[in-house]
């Protein structure tokens, strides 16, 4: 229980400086070698126990192995950011780093500890740049997220003891299915990550099942929130290349990021879906993905909040080759309703870059809700990898045109470790769109990976 305690209130401590952080990381040592020592101590008394009327030789357990034979954590990230926007006199043209370093222990009595530390700011200049978004209307720059920030990125003990069963308690990252309710927003330059115990269960025959208990959250801009969030998910594979998942998201906090206009956004999403794929042949192959969701409110959360979700999407890929790859095509079409027109299905916990393009103007669903219908294409040629999106925008009440946009990344490995990735976003605001607002983004990105 003191073990517990010890780490409930190094979650509860507030690390926004260097020097906190590496406290922390120091009472965090300390609990680790208290546990360590403990368990050695019951492992030794165990160890004297006789069979066969001999007596055994005592087991030596060294937290040092445990620390020696563990593995470094350490990514470093630079990007460069150009935005235009038409309704702002000013471009954002600024480099960011992202720096992560951190020590992931070997298990010791199906105990693994994780520590990383995490360090973003900008590289030159920072002063023609709005990182805030409560200026996002005043600024006369366009808004990046990615502020500069220091302090733990991820601090949490896991331990596989259990049959079938892995316990996660601390600050970790959280990416569920293909993070449409629930993701780390990775490609911030700060992970958006959550405070609390995970627990997952796979003693069923294919079967997944995911149980979540948080209680705060660092989001991507730095700060930390208070908030209870409950995790419900179950994954079952019947056949080879095929899902089945259902899930429950509760989720009270008043102030989510939401911008609904409500005072409480607390909220509750249950749903399913289904997805997989088929051989036509040996060439080809068809993918499928089919699922629904409803949102209501939760705890005191507004009562208007009520609303439905539903997206189906098809596919065909190649099976690939060693001089072309992969390359594949799909068309996906997704409805976050409205209720009539006041309020519209929100996923504040979402990867934004990963849904509704890469420009950002969905952050917040509008009240007459979206229809997203998109296409995608991607291939590989050797090394090189190709991406492209193109998106039509309506609103679900009112029939409304919102937009279009089009989005390319093209990357290539130059090394293992080195990745280099050059992204466009063309967004381009419709007759119906209640902001007509023009959006051009460019990033360029390496990640070196130890």
Known sequence: MNRLKSIEMLLK?????????????????????????????????????????????PMTLQLSDSIAQGHLLLEVRPRYALITESAKREKTDVWT??????????PFYDVRLTAEFLYVDFLGASGRVNTDPSKFFASNYPLLPDPPYSGVNQLFADYGGFPSTRVKL??????????????????RQTPQVFDGVTIVNTSLPQ??????????????????????????????????DHTLAGYGYWHDQAATGAQTGFANNAQRIVGAHAEGGFAL???????????????????????????????IGMGIQ????????????????EVKGSNGGIYGFQTPLTDYYAFNGWALQYTSTPRVGLIDTWLTARGQMQ????????????????GLTLGREFDV??????????????????????????VKNDVDKIWFTLTYKY
Not at 219 to 227: A, E, I, K, P, R
Not at 383 to 397: A, C, G, I, N, Q
Not at 412 to 420: G, M, Q, S
Request: hydrophobic share 40%; aromatic share 12%.
């Open 318 to 333: 190649t099976a690939g080759s060693a001089t072309f790859g992969t390359w594949g095509a799909r068309i996906d079409r």
């Open 383 to 398: 090394k090189l990898s190709l991406f492209t999106e193109y998106h039509r925008f309506r609103s679900d009440f009112g």
């Open 13 to 57: 401590a507030n690390h926004r400086t260097a020097l906190k952080t590496f406290r922390s990381l120091r009472c965090v040592w300390t609990v680790a070698n208290l546990f360590f020592a403990t368990t050695s101590i019951v492992a030794h008394a165990q160890s004297t126990g006789t069979t066969s009327g001999e007596a055994m030789p």
């Open 409 to 434: 990344s093209v990357t290539y490995p130059i090394t293992p470790a080195l990745i280099a990735k050059l992204q466009q976003a063309q967004f381009r605001a419709g007759s119906g769109a209640s």
């Open 97 to 106: 780093v992202r720096t992560s370093l951190g020590w992931q222990t070997a």
């Open 281 to 311: 042949d040996e060439s080809w192959r068809w993918m499928y993905y089919a699922g629904v969701a409803r949102q209501n409110q939760y705890g005191n959360g507004d009562s208007r909040i009520d609303a439905n979700y539903r997206r």
């Open 207 to 240: 079967t997944r099942i995911q149980l979540g208990e948080y209680r705060r959250i660092r989001t991507v801009l730095g700060g930390l929130n208070d908030l209870r969030l409950h995790v419900l998910h179950a994954a079952w594979n019947p056949l080879p």
């Open 170 to 187: 601390g600050r970790q990252i959280l990416r569920i299915d293909d993070e449409r309710f629930i993701s780390d927003v990775d490609f």
